[in-house]
Structures are given as C-alpha cells and as structure tokens.
C-alpha cells in the first residue's frame, strides 16, 4: 500500500508573472495557489486556481472562478467578467 498526497497528485503551478517586481497583493487560501499575475492602469490583476482578483488604488473586485460565466476582451484594454448572478466585472 502506498500513500500519496492530494500535493502530489495535483502539483501547484508555476506563477507567470508580468514582472518580476509584483506580489500577491492578498493572503493565499489553503490550497490556493497564484498562477498568473499581471500590471492594470493603477492595479494588479491575479488569476488563482480558485479565483480573479483584481485590485486598483481605490476599489478592488474579487470573484469566483465557478461565478464567472463568460468573459470578454474588448478592444485591447478591456476585459469584461460577465457572472451567473448578471453581475459585471469590467
């Protein structure tokens, strides 16, 4: 008999980071792991295994892989984050 980890079996991923200067503006959950992180206007963007956060100076938006539905690009700098519950992330 042999015993293996959920860790092992699913490994974390790698971050992909726009810069090398940036950091996970947030506390990780257990289990939560950042995969991509990235530079907005006046903000960060990070893409966990669990969710989408997105942080400006004066707000922030933190949403839910399994709420969001579809999301959009729009022209080059818009991103759009429709979710089930009609809410929209822009």
Do not use: Q, W
């Amino acid at each position: 008999m042999e015993h293996i980890k959920r860790s092992d079996v699913f490994p974390k991923k790698a971050l992909v980071s726009e810069d090398n200067n940036l950091r996970v503006p947030f506390p990780l959950l257990s289990g939560e792991c950042a995969e991509y992180l990235g530079r907005t206007v006046d903000g960060v963007i990070v893409l966990s295994n669990y969710r989408l956060l997105i942080r400006c100076k004066e707000s922030f938006s933190n949403v839910p892989l399994g709420l969001i539905e579809s999301v959009e690009m729009r022209e080059i700098f818009y991103l759009h984050a429709n979710c089930k519950d009609a809410t929209v992330v822009r």
